[in-house]
């Protein structure tokens, strides 16, 4: 192979490949995990105590404070780790309407905050392995009572031994039949939910955010820190168990990563909790009037507007004042210009791109498990075709598309442009690109249809493989590469004629005149790195 060629599909194998480089690694854990051992029996006692009096707090400092022990010695000692019941209830506290966004006591609040902080420090010193999350977060389905796997609450005295670890089940209904694993259909299900809320309802999304953040990093370090050979048995394929489901469950899954908030993607994936998205009353005019949107900061003890007070938690309750849709509405005239608002916003993105890329790590290396690569990327094609000009652009773009491994980012967008280039456009052997395969097959040619937005969707796939291919190999530039993109830029402008009309939308003339700036401000990109790599040559 010669440094101006690409095999973007075996791109892992090739040690010394530009591909290799630290830039586009994927997430790794770190290799110094602590060894975990469970809390003692009467420190759990302790706990169980503080959870089922409500003293939440109180129960989650102590647990700080017992796997942090130790940490600071030369000599590394095991971590003390709750038992997986303690962790699924410390879960469902982090993200619980009661203990967020409809929390009526700072101390709630705090409780929440506590938790989802204590999750994240947990994988961080010990690992999802160590710390048994298998058996912690896996789902019940709604209006099962109690989790799998627990005894029921042992009693004082007898002939209980206090070293036996005997896993009582939590006497209260947030550790049971009001925990987020007995609410939930599955992992896909929160999903959806979550990043619904990321597009209609934005306050839930500050604590989904935080959550979501949390299990997909867990998924990733769970993933890499699994031998080879090992990864079947990970957290992230037992929730693509989708033996019963077939080819639907699949669809179901990226359905999920891309929930939008329109009213198919609510209606498949509700709320996980009744009346979640609905918040407390204020209680006068003036709290109305000065209610401003302010930033969670955990760290730094800023807890936004969610501390509100009120008699009762479940009472006085509003339509989320939050609610908002992004999406061009039919009488509306002007189109959304931020990408990441339809998906939204730039951390919802970032988030659908990593779990886009945990989806084609199984693809290609479990398909038996899952679905094969080809067929992942054929539903992706379906998602990511339709987006509005300004989100495929960003969704496919390489700030983006940096968490998906370098041959996965080609193989991605190479496919998307095959979908959409003109059918006398010379086919494309995906294992191997150079870059008179680019000047052949891809840059000289407009789209398969004249649409002005598909037209101006190619350009940004060739516009993304340009960069790709020049931050890997680098562009050589020549007076060829220059007449055929140049080629290419007039063919999609002026096969470019007119715009394709959704259902129900006004305002075309604004949007066709808004997709043809898009076509032209692409070609004028393409111009640029060829610009750049011009330059180099110097």
């Not at 961080?124 to 009572?145: E, S, W, Y």
């Not at 007898?158 to 089940?169: A, W």
């Not at 991605?412 to 494309?428: H, K």
Request: with cysteine; charged share 25%.
């Amino acid at each position: 192979m010669t440094s101006s060629q690409l095999s973007f599909r075996t791109v892992s194998e090739i040690q010394d490949s530009p591909f290799s480089s630290g830039a586009a690694t994927p997430r790794t854990p770190q290799l110094h995990y602590r060894p975990a051992k469970t809390v003692p029996y009467e420190l759990r006692e302790h706990c169980l105590i503080y959870f089922e009096e409500g003293l939440y707090s109180q129960a989650l400092n102590l647990l700080f404070s017992l796997t942090t022990a130790g940490g600071s010695t030369s000599t590394i000692k095991p971590a003390f780790i709750p038992p997986p019941h303690h962790l699924a209830l410390i879960s469902t506290l982090s993200i619980h309407p009661a203990f967020t966004t409809r929390a009526k006591t700072t101390e709630k609040l705090e409780a929440a905050n506590l938790a989802i902080k204590y999750l994240g420090f947990v994988n961080r010193i010990v690992g999802p392995m160590n710390a048994n999350v298998q058996d912690a977060f896996f789902f019940l389905g709604p209006g099962t009572a109690s989790r799998r796997g627990v005894i029921s609450r042992r009693t004082t005295g007898g002939n209980v031994s206090p070293d036996k670890e005997d896993f009582e089940i939590i006497d209260i209904e947030l550790a049971n039949v009001s925990s987020l694993w007995a609410r939930a259909e599955d992992f896909w299900h929160v999903v959806g939910w979550g990043f619904n809320c990321s597009v209609v309802h934005k306050n839930r999304w500050e604590r989904w955010q935080l959550w979501l953040e949390y299990m997909v990093g867990v998924l990733e370090d769970d993933w890499w820190m699994r031998p080879p050979g090992e990864q079947g048995n990970s957290l992230l394929v037992k929730y693509l168990n989708i033996e019963d489901q077939g080819n639907i469950g699949e669809k179901r899954i990226v359905r999920a990563i891309f929930a939008d908030g329109n009213p198919r993607s609510l209606a498949e994936f509700k709320e996980v909790w009744s009346n979640e998205t609905r918040e407390r009353k204020p209680n006068t005019e003036a709290e109305v009037a000065k209610k401003a949107p302010v930033k969670i900061n955990i760290e730094e003890g800023e807890y936004g507007d969610y501390v509100q007070s009120s008699d009762d938690e479940f009472e006085d309750d509003v339509p989320t004042g939050s609610v908002m849709n992004p999406h061009l509405d039919a009488d509306s005239t002007t189109p959304c210009t931020d990408g990441s608002l339809l998906l939204g916003g730039s951390a919802a993105l970032q988030l659908r791109l990593r779990l886009t890329a945990l989806l084609i790590l199984v693809a290609k290396e479990l398909p038996h498990k899952f679905i094969s690569y080809a067929n992942l990327f054929d539903i992706y094609i379906t998602h990511i075709r339709p987006l509005q000009l300004p989100t495929f652009s960003l969704f496919l773009s390489p700030p983006y598309l940096h968490f998906l491994q370098l041959g996965e980012q080609s193989d991605l967008v190479q496919y998307i442009a095959s979908s959409f280039i003109s059918t006398s456009a010379p086919r494309m052997n995906f294992d191997d690109v150079d870059q008179q395969i680019l000047e052949k097959c891809v840059l000289p040619w407009p789209a398969n249809t004249t649409n002005i937005d598909d037209n101006a969707k190619l350009g940004a796939c060739v516009e993304t493989l340009l960069r790709l291919f020049n931050n890997v190999a680098g562009l050589k530039w020549t007076d060829r590469l220059q007449i055929c993109a140049e080629m290419g830029i007039k063919a999609r402008e002026g096969n470019a004629t007119h715009r394709r009309k959704r259902k129900g939308e006004a305002g075309s003339r604004m949007r066709t005149e808004g997709d043809r700036a898009w076509l032209e401000a692409s070609g004028k990109r393409i111009l640029g790195v060829l610009k750049m790599a011009k330059e180099n040559r110097k």
